[in-house]
């Protein structure tokens, strides 16, 4: 059986102000926090033992996952005093796994949306004979990931964080955040100190001559990091474009939870979801957009690729384009907010106080 180690401890940064209150893995993506999508997905897969390396916000996991076995699996929490990185988390959790030192063990970045076929990457570990297998996805801008290129025979010839220069950029092929380890090695990172697993631990194998093995496919694959990609993620959850066992209800245009009350003329489409308790007005049109539990959208609102806050409201008419409103924000009518604009949580923007829009 093999066992899985999930990364969740980051401060989600990038995705404040969501990430406020909402450890990253925790803010709902079709209903239900992101995480439970990635544990489904494991279990689906076969793992049945997962380990969560938690930091920020630790507090919030266990009381919602309790042992895992709502999710048929059993669930491990264990929470650093400081962070330790991404290498360290690893480390960390180490006494916990169950694993020999030849036995594979899956490890996750706790903020990727995708549809690997996790058996085939433990296959390739396998067949390859390798100490270190790792997904690869290809992007087309690479700047933000690891690079990660390979041989013909898909051995790892170097490992290239978030490059700074153009000519470290000799690749499209990126670390996707799925790596299998031998359990061995996983001890082999020194303990009680920050480590990361991208800039000390890959880079160290390799000049050790350690054996990292590369597997790239072309399956659906989106790192959850910013507000943008966050939004596009649910929607494509509620769509069926990413597959997960844990979208509650069917896949369509729309996901209307439980307890969220929606007119009858309200248009939302996109794979929009409405969160239990939310209400959407008379005529709103809600596209691509995720509006989280209790958020109010008032009537002739018009709501695209957004994400709005729990207990956000959005007055009447007011026009929202990629904009991320904070939790309990209240935006007033007739305002228009684009471009990634962030409204931060508990704000107020009265009644048509703001036009921003990029073509003015
Ligand atoms: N427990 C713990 N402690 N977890 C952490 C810590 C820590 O100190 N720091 C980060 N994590 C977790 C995050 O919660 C996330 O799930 C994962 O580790 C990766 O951290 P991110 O902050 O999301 O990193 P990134 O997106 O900039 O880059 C990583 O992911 C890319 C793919 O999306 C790297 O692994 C890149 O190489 C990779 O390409
Ligand atoms: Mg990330």
């Not at 296959?123 to 992007?139: N, P």
């Not at 007005?281 to 002739?300: N, P």
Request: net charge negative; hydrophobic share 40%; charged share 20%.
């Amino acid at each position: 059986m093999t066992e899985a180690i999930l990364l969740v401890g980051g401060k989600g940064t990038r995705l404040r102000p969501l990430t406020v209150h909402t450890p990253k893995p925790m803010v709902p993506a079709a209903g239900v926090p992101f995480l439970t999508h990635q544990l489904a997905r494991a279990r689906a897969a076969g793992v049945e033992h997962i380990v969560l390396a938690t930091s920020y916000l630790a507090e919030v996991f266990e009381p919602h996952f309790g042992d895992g076995s709502d999710l048929g699996l059993h669930l491990e929490y264990v929470t650093e005093e400081e962070p330790l990185g991404t290498g360290g988390a690893i480390r960390n959790v180490a006494s916990r796994l169950h694993s020999a030192p030849g036995d594979p063990v899956l490890i996750f970045n706790g903020d990727i949306l995708t549809g690997l076929d996790i058996p085939a990457l433990v296959d390739t570990h396998r067949t390859s004979g390798a100490d270190v297998s790792l997904h690869l996805s290809r992007v087309e801008d690479p700047r933000a990931y690891g690079l990660v290129p390979t041989d013909g025979s898909g051995r790892v010839t170097a490992f290239l964080e978030k490059p700074q220069t153009p000519e470290e950029i000799v690749t499209d092929q990126i670390n996707a955040g799925a790596y299998v380890f031998n359990r061995s090695v996983i001890d082999t990172i020194p303990a009680d100190r920050p480590v990361s697993v991208e800039r000390e631990t890959f880079p160290g194998l390799l000049a050790d001559g350690a054996h990292l093995q590369g597997m790239v496919d072309s399956t659906y694959w989106l790192d959850l990091g910013t507000p943008q990609a966050f939004v596009r993620g649910s929607a494509d959850l509620v769509l069926g474009r990413a597959p997960s066992p844990a979208v509650p209800g069917r896949c369509g245009e729309r996901l209307v939870l439980d307890t969220a009350r929606v007119a009858a003329d309200a248009k939302l489409t996109g794979g929009t979801v409405a969160g239990p308790g939310s209400r959407i007005g008379a005529g709103a049109r809600v596209e691509g957009s995720t509006v989280l539990r209790d958020a109010v959208i008032e009537e002739g609102a018009v709501v695209r690729d957004s994400l709005i806050g729990a207990g956000a409201r959005i007055g009447a008419r007011t026009v929202l384009d990629g904009a991320v409103i904070g939790d309990g924000a209240v935006i007033g009518a007739d305002n228009e907010l684009r471009d990634g604009i962030r409204v931060w949580c508990d704000a107020h923007l009265p009644d048509g106080s703001v036009r921003f829009s990029s073509d003015q």
